[in-house]
């Protein structure tokens, strides 16, 4: 976030630089998916390519799973301990319907929030607590040697068949929550799916993930802004070095030390409270400033604002003189604002 903010001073118009701001403000507040839901921001839209942070809705879903999913573990720890699987069974099918339904009514609020989207986590809570309980996965050969075969085709299926006509979540995200599943539950260290996945390259793509999935959509949103690559295929494979690396910078120099025990607990919440609190003073003076408007040196003065601009359009409507006199040829045009718009251009030609 620090790193984007000197693209977004140069790149952005105000406008634009606070919802920036406002952006990063809600993802430190865990709730970044509910701003862009309320604010109308359509993910997979083309408007939503441009916004630095729009991924970070689903860090915010899975973050606020993890403070509320606990409380309710323990209530259920307390109170009802011998049906825990049935209530996170329950919990799932309320989840997956309500998601199917609101795909087809509300399907902005579906995608965001967290009750939809629950049931997404409740099946690797599932797992997990099977896998407790019985204290190990799968044993079945025969089981073992095909289900993580349909997994992997289950998720090749949603790759390349899936589409922005398909709502999400609905019935339709079963397809790789299923086969995600089967391939945890079902893999063996000696059949051929899990040597696959288990191969290097996919390791360490596993282990950068994280950090490739924070730089690669603001990179590319402000790559969309400034149009930087327009169909080159050299800048694309630059862009996607440049992501690769800073993923493994971010893994190794950041992700790795923040795990690593021998730092002390104070020493590593310090830090996060430093970066947050200076993140939160810059967003917050970025909004109260509007977007600092005098970033930009423009020559007639006008304000950045669909105000402004309507009421000088107006002015140039009611001013402008169709001299029949003028010896320049005549063009009739014919049409709605933008054509308005034209005119104006036109007329100082």
Same mark, same amino acid.
């Given at each position: 976030?620090?790193? &984007?903010?000197?693209? /977004?001073?140069?790149?952005?118009?105000?406008? &634009?630089?606070?919802?920036? &701001?406002?952006?990063?403000?809600?993802?430190?507040?865990?709730?970044?998916?509910?701003?862009?839901?309320?604010?109308?921001?359509?993910?997979? /839209?083309?408007?939503?390519?441009?916004?630095?942070?729009?991924?970070?809705?689903?860090? @915010?879903?899975? %973050?606020?799973?993890?403070?509320?999913? +606990?409380?309710?573990?323990?209530?259920?720890?307390?109170?009802?301990?011998?049906?825990?699987?049935?209530?996170?069974?329950? *919990?799932?099918?309320?989840?997956?319907?309500?998601?199917?339904?609101? @795909?087809?009514?509300?399907?902005?609020?579906?995608?965001?929030?967290? +009750?939809?989207?629950?049931? %997404?986590?409740?099946?690797?809570?599932?797992?997990?607590?099977?896998?407790?309980?019985? *204290?190990?996965?799968?044993?079945?050969?025969?089981?073992?040697? !095909?289900l993580p075969s349909i *997994?992997?085709?289950?998720?090749?299926?949603?790759?390349?068949?899936?589409?922005?006509?398909?709502?999400? +979540?609905?019935?339709?995200?079963?397809?790789?929550?299923?086969?995600?599943?089967?391939?945890?539950?079902? &893999?063996?260290?000696?059949?051929? !799916?899990?040597?696959?996945?288990?191969?290097?390259?996919?390791? *360490?793509?596993?282990?950068?993930?994280?950090?490739?999935?924070?730089?690669?959509? +603001?990179?590319?949103?402000?790559?969309?802004?400034?149009?930087?690559?327009?169909?080159?295929?050299?800048?694309?494979?630059?862009?996607?070095?440049?992501?690769? /690396?800073? =993923?493994?910078?971010?893994?190794?120099f950041i992700e790795k030390?923040?795990?690593?025990?021998?730092?002390?607990?104070?020493?590593?919440?310090?830090?996060?409270?430093?970066?947050?609190?200076?993140?939160?003073?810059?967003?917050?003076?970025?909004?109260?400033?509007?977007?600092?408007?005098?970033?930009?040196?423009?020559?007639?003065?006008?304000?950045?604002?669909?105000?402004?601009? /309507?009421? %000088?359009?107006?002015?140039?409507?009611?001013?402008?003189?169709?001299?029949?006199?003028?010896?320049?040829?005549?063009?009739?045009?014919?049409?709605? @604002?933008?054509? %308005?718009?034209?005119?104006?251009?036109? =007329?100082?030609?």
């Amino acid at each position: 976030m620090l790193v &984007s903010l000197p693209f /977004a001073w140069m790149y952005l118009l105000p406008s &634009s630089f606070i919802d920036f &701001s406002k952006s990063i403000l809600y993802s430190l507040g865990f709730s970044s998916n509910y701003y862009f839901w309320y604010s109308g921001h359509q993910y997979g /839209a083309e408007s939503g390519f441009l916004k630095p942070f729009l991924h970070t809705w689903s860090l @915010s879903v899975e %973050e606020q799973f993890y403070i509320l999913f +606990p409380i309710v573990l323990l209530i259920v720890f307390k109170y009802f301990y011998k049906n825990l699987i049935h209530i996170l069974i329950l *919990g799932f099918i309320i989840s997956l319907g309500l998601a199917d339904w609101g @795909s087809r009514n509300h399907p902005s609020l579906n995608f965001y929030l967290l +009750p939809t989207r629950a049931w %997404e986590l409740l099946a690797g809570s599932i797992l997990a607590y099977f896998e407790i309980t019985l *204290g190990h996965r799968s044993k079945n050969k025969i089981l073992n040697l !095909i289900l993580p075969s349909i *997994g992997l085709i289950l998720i090749g299926y949603s790759i390349l068949f899936f589409n922005d006509k398909m709502f999400h +979540p609905s019935f339709y995200t079963l397809s790789p929550i299923i086969g995600v599943c089967l391939i945890i539950w079902f &893999s063996h260290k000696d059949e051929l !799916i899990t040597k696959i996945l288990s191969l290097k390259l996919f390791v *360490g793509i596993g282990l950068i993930s994280y950090s490739l999935y924070l730089w690669h959509y +603001p990179i590319f949103a402000f790559d969309r802004i400034y149009e930087f690559i327009q169909g080159s295929l050299l800048k694309k494979l630059l862009l996607g070095i440049i992501i690769l /690396a800073l =993923s493994i910078f971010s893994y190794y120099f950041i992700e790795k030390p923040f795990r690593n025990k021998h730092y002390k607990f104070k020493t590593i919440l310090s830090l996060i409270l430093i970066s947050i609190s200076i993140l939160v003073i810059l967003n917050f003076n970025i909004v109260h400033k509007d977007g600092y408007k005098d970033r930009f040196y423009i020559s007639d003065k006008y304000e950045l604002s669909s105000t402004k601009y /309507a009421e %000088e359009n107006k002015k140039f409507e009611l001013n402008y003189n169709y001299d029949n006199y003028d010896n320049r040829k005549n063009v009739l045009i014919v049409g709605n @604002s933008h054509a %308005e718009d034209l005119l104006e251009i036109l =007329s100082k030609t």
